[in-house]
């Protein structure tokens, strides 16, 4: 059973960065893309991007393409999610998953098997 644990939020300003990581463990077959995810209050979740664990491609949602940056550490399992020039509207909880299916890295949700906790973002001054 693929686990994931997410961390790294927190409360920050506008303007400001932020780095989410997600430990992936528990898997024997190797998951072929993790993505980010994120649910503001009142909203569906969204798809943030993602990252092609073996290969390392990656896919972006146009909302935040240009501020953030997706990458994995194969080594230690761990998925990164660097945030920048944050915004009032980038606050909500943030959630990783991972995607079993190959093939390309995938945008909706069904698709994406395993899921972590959540991890709270607020962006605020």
């Known amino acids: 059973q693929v686990q994931l644990q997410a961390s790294g939020g927190g409360l920050v300003q506008p303007g400001g960065s932020l780095r989410l990581s997600c430990i992936v463990s528990?898997?024997?077959?190797?998951?072929?893309?993790l993505g980010w995810f994120r649910q503001a209050p009142g909203k569906e979740r969204e798809f943030v991007g993602g990252i092609a664990w073996t290969g390392g491609f990656t896919k972006y949602a146009d909302s935040v393409k240009g501020r953030i940056t997706i990458s994995r550490d194969t080594a230690k399992s761990t998925l990164y999610l660097q945030m920048d020039d944050l915004k009032p509207e980038d606050t909500a909880v943030y959630y990783c998953?991972?995607?079993?299916?190959?093939?390309?890295?995938?945008?909706?949700?069904?698709?994406?098997?395993?899921w972590g906790q959540g991890t709270q973002v607020t962006v605020s001054s």
């Open positions: 528990g898997y024997t077959s190797t998951p072929y893309a």
């Open positions: 998953a991972a995607q079993m299916r190959w093939g390309r890295v995938e945008v909706k949700e069904y698709l994406y098997e395993h």
